[in-house]
């Protein structure tokens, strides 16, 4: 402890020294950083011993714990006999064993992986496939995309030109194009007497309609199946992932699934598609995929995708890849990760964790100022009434002073906790956020 550098020096040598993601710095003359030393399961600590419960899985990725004994022994294995090799010509376990467990979490009908190292990554590669599939089929003509109203894929260029979120799309919308929004089925927009099903019926409607206007020059419609998360967590009916599924498969046009924010388990099955009884022919994994500990990412397709490029001309293949792809740490982590699910029956255990959660949280879902509460597996939203423009940043402070780690996305509060909080944890994470809500103007 004694010669740990002190917080203020360390806060002052990042602001001099790192441009922060998704900030604008000026901000942090008023709102101090966060200095993290360590993290051992749902909390993080900071160099003085203050304690913050991580109620957002550090950005979405976390799902056992910080530190977690399993993962880190499995790291430490494969450290001492490969760190690294590239993956272009040459293969190692941890690829191979990873790469068909994936393909048998969807009963083998996407049975080819093909890996990167973040999310957006894994959207740009989806888009470049399916295109590509249609080329090889002597359709080139088909280069637009359909993405949703609200949807979010990730930032670099091609992933942006699908996102429909305004503060990360507006100041690079000349950079993007060939893309076409499509209604959004968050089930918010119910009328007086609509089901959320109903508002899904009425997405794949406007769906329809921009397939037959754009008639043969779609390639592929991407969504974020049941709940949009960077936009501020609209859930929808799986009905919309059918209805879409059977609209591209009438139309000629991809189904890709990005489940970087909500595969693994976040949304109570698995992989979040499989409550519209259904399969895409592009799923994107991230996120959740290694336990949150190493970047990694993983398009997943079918065998008739990937046969359209087996070919002996060169230019028939998929000429894509980045220097870490497949990196055995990160394949080891994510191996840890899925032993940890079935050795633990993880899936069943949330249910009980996520009734528990809920539970708990009946004070807020019926507070006054509370709008739109909603759930679906782990992960919990409500929307804020009469928040002022500030809120979030509000929040977040007020929150922090009360051991929690909560950013909420405009007036959007959300709670997406790893998957180790016991019942004390619930209940003081419950009664902590209704604190939160109850001294915030
Ligand atoms: C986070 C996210 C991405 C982008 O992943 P990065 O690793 O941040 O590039 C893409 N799609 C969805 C749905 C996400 O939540």
Not at 173 to 197: F, K, Y
Not at 340 to 364: G, H, K, M, S, W
Request: aromatic letters at 8%; proline letters at 5%.
């Amino acid at each position: 402890m004694s010669n740990a550098p002190s917080s203020a020096d360390l806060l002052d040598r990042s602001l001099a020294a790192v441009w922060h993601p998704c900030t604008q710095m000026k901000h942090h003359e008023t709102l101090p950083l966060v200095p993290v030393a360590r993290g051992e399961g749902p909390w993080l600590y900071d160099p003085q011993g203050r304690r913050y419960l991580d109620a957002i899985s550090s950005w979405w990725v976390n799902l056992f714990g910080h530190c977690n004994p399993r993962i880190n022994a499995a790291l430490r294995d494969q450290l001492e006999s490969l760190e690294h090799v590239m993956l272009a010509g040459f293969t190692h376990e941890p690829a191979v064993r990873l790469a068909e467990r994936l393909s048998a979490l969807t009963g083998g009908a996407l049975g080819h992986c093909f890996y990167a190292s973040d999310g957006a990554s894994a959207t740009e590669i989806a888009l470049k496939m399916s295109h590509h599939y249609w080329r090889n089929l002597g359709q080139p003509e088909k280069t637009v995309f359909l993405c949703l109203e609200g949807g979010y894929h990730g930032e670099t260029l091609g992933a942006l030109s699908v996102t429909d979120v305004a503060i990360f799309r507006d100041a690079y919308a000349p950079l993007t194009r060939n893309v076409r929004t499509v209604p959004t089925p968050d089930a918010r927009r119910a009328a007086a007497g609509e089901s959320a099903a109903d508002v899904a019926r009425r997405a794949a409607q406007g769906l329809a309609a921009v397939l037959e206007a754009e008639q043969g020059r779609v390639a592929a419609l991407i969504v974020e199946p049941l709940v949009q998360c960077a936009t501020g967590f609209a859930m929808h009916d799986p009905e919309y992932l059918r209805l879409a599924r059977q609209l591209c498969d009438r139309h000629g046009v991809h189904l890709i699934c990005d489940e970087i924010a909500v595969g693994f388990g976040r949304t109570g099955s698995f992989f979040a598609h499989e409550q519209a009884g259904t399969r895409p022919d592009f799923l994107c994994l991230s996120k959740g995929i290694s336990g949150g500990y190493l970047p990694l990412s993983a398009v997943l397709t079918t065998d008739r995708v990937y046969d359209a490029f087996y070919d002996d001309a060169g230019s028939r293949a998929f000429l894509h890849s980045h220097s870490y792809t497949g990196n055995p740490l990160a394949c080891r982590a994510a191996l840890a990760t899925l032993d940890i699910f079935e050795a633990d029956d993880v899936l069943a255990a949330n249910r009980a964790r996520a009734d528990l959660l809920t539970r708990c949280l009946a004070p807020v879902a019926t507070h006054p100022r509370i709008r739109h509460f909603r759930h679906r597996g782990m992960i919990w939203a409500f929307d804020v009434a009469d928040a002022a423009p500030d809120f979030a940043r509000r929040f977040f402070v007020q929150a922090l002073e009360r051991e929690l780690l909560l950013r909420p996305i405009g007036n959007t509060v959300y709670l997406m906790p790893p998957y180790v909080l016991d019942e004390p944890l619930c209940r003081f994470l419950a009664e902590r956020v209704f604190h939160t809500l109850e001294n915030i103007v």
